[in-house]
């Protein structure tokens, strides 16, 4: 990796440009500070450009990122953790990146995400997303405490006119950078139909009884529902909505070939800053309440609900064990705490640690994924019995989606509470933690809420 300090983008480019000393082309990486601009402005201005987006923000922190279009892109399906990690540090070794900012999330980034299950054959609704799929965007926004970056990165090689990419770049950048005050209002929906409710009740059934026969102790299940809206959906209308209404929520859009999966999920799966390392145990769930004395009662039983603190305490159990091998330092509370969200509460558990030396966030996502929040215990039982039950393909749902910058810092979240958008169709997926006393039509209620976040940001 060579890094240059120049600040003009045509000096920089041309300094480069001129350290590429063989017949390859190379991927230049700039970044530089700009004014003030609303990331969804960026984001539909990005649509003139006629390229895939990304957006990802992690509402509690006020932190964005915008991708627009790939320079490059990593795919993996088999060993896809390891792969994916050893791409990206041979992109990197090779790449030339200008960034001399380095707080987390600014320079050459790759964002994108996985499949839940490499091992089950895509199905026709998945087919534009690969099993693992990460994008460096042409051209980048950052949004973090200390301001506004924007990058640019590009393939050049010793050939290349500096004067000439300068000027793309920046009539490029022009077109982002626009503010545009006018956001679509959204869709609204024209019909939405559960995908076989009461077969899947059943299957809840069936995995209680294979709990009751030991066959495992927690199964995740979950179920799709088909929405058709009025229009082809604005993305930046949904994001904009969900942005509006789901704090405490990792707000995310990855366009791929014309579908866009999106979604507002509470779920952080691992962030790394340095050495230091941040995760969460987030399962058991129950309603909000209409007043604050029945949300707070309905917290409080939560809060010692045998159910629910034994779906929660197979994950907070998990994790703590997972993370041993690659952490020091973890500390994790013995009680959880409620989430709240807009339209549900759950457990939380936070855990902290130690990044230990030589190991990175594919190590740790590698290993988290899937939780038995997602997933089960123990984890090939459950998995073989979801293969095997489960009348959908979850593609990205349930999976690590998130970032990672050339310093090794990153954040994935666990892609729940979303959708994959198809035009004017979407389908949305909601899952919940089967144990031994489930009750099927508890856990359909339950799924039903998990559905709103996405449903009213569509119009229902
Ligand atoms: C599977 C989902 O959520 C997971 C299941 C939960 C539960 O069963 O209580 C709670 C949070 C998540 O870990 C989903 O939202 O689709
Ligand atoms: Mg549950």
Not at 38 to 62: C, G, I, M, Y
Not at 79 to 95: S, V
Not at 369 to 378: D, M, Q
Not at 434 to 456: G, H, Q, W
């Amino acid at each position: 990796m060579i890094e240059i300090k120049e600040e003009l983008l045509e000096s920089v480019l041309e300094g480069a440009i001129h350290e590429i000393d063989d017949n390859a082309a190379k991927l230049i990486s700039i970044t530089r500070k700009i004014d003030a601009i609303e990331p969804l402005h960026f984001f539909v201005n990005a649509k003139q450009l006629a390229k895939d987006r990304t957006f990802w923000s992690s509402t509690a922190d006020q932190f964005y990122i915008v991708g627009i279009g790939k320079a490059h892109t990593i795919r993996a399906d088999s060993n896809r953790f390891q792969k994916t990690e050893k791409l990206w540090r041979n992109l990197l070794d090779e790449a030339i990146i200008h960034n001399p900012f380095q707080t987390p999330g600014t320079g050459m980034l790759a964002l994108g995400g996985m499949s839940f299950d490499p091992g089950i054959r895509k199905s026709s609704l998945w087919e534009k997303f690969d099993h693992s799929l990460f994008a460096i965007p042409e051209y980048m926004l950052t949004v973090n405490e200390s301001g506004y970056f924007l990058t640019v990165n590009v393939q050049a090689d010793a050939e290349t006119n500096a004067n000439k990419l300068a000027g793309i770049i920046r009539r490029n950048e022009e077109v982002l950078i626009k503010p545009r005050p006018v956001l679509s209002a959204g869709p609204s929906i024209q019909w939405q139909e559960e995908v076989a409710p009461r077969d899947w009740m059943d299957t809840v059934k069936d995995a209680t009884e294979a709990i009751e026969q030991n066959e495992a102790d927690k199964i995740v299940l979950a179920r799709e529902l088909r929405v058709k809206l009025d229009s082809t959906v604005d993305i930046a209308a949904v994001l904009n909505n969900l942005i509006k209404t789901q704090s405490n929520s990792f707000v995310f859009a990855f366009e791929q070939g014309g579908d866009c999966f999106v979604g507002a999920t509470p779920e952080r799966l691992a962030k790394i800053e340095g050495t230091n390392v941040l995760s969460t145990c987030l399962a058991g769930t129950a309603p909000r309440g209409k007043t604050v004395s029945e949300d707070k009662r309905i917290g409080e039983n939560l809060l010692y609900d045998e159910k629910n603190r034994s779906e929660h305490e197979f994950v907070v159990s998990m994790i703590k064990q997972a993370m041993d091998q690659y952490c020091t330092d973890i500390e994790i509370p013995d009680k959880p705490v409620i989430y709240p969200l807009k339209n549900l509460q759950h457990l939380y558990t936070p855990v902290t640690a130690t990044l230990k030396d030589g190991y990175s966030i594919f190590d740790i996502i590698g290993e988290l994924h899937p939780t038995p929040a997602l997933g089960g215990v123990p984890r090939d039982e459950s998995l073989e019995f979801i293969r095997e039950h489960e009348q959908l393909d979850r593609g990205w749902y349930g999976a690590p989606i998130g970032w990672l910058d050339s310093n090794g810092n990153g954040e994935f979240a666990v892609a729940i509470r979303s959708g994959l958008i198809q035009g004017d169709e979407a389908s949305l997926f909601a899952g919940c933690g089967v144990v031994r006393d489930s009750d099927p039509l508890a856990e359909y209620e339950e799924t039903a809420i998990k559905f709103t976040p996405m449903l009213s940001v569509l119009g229902g």
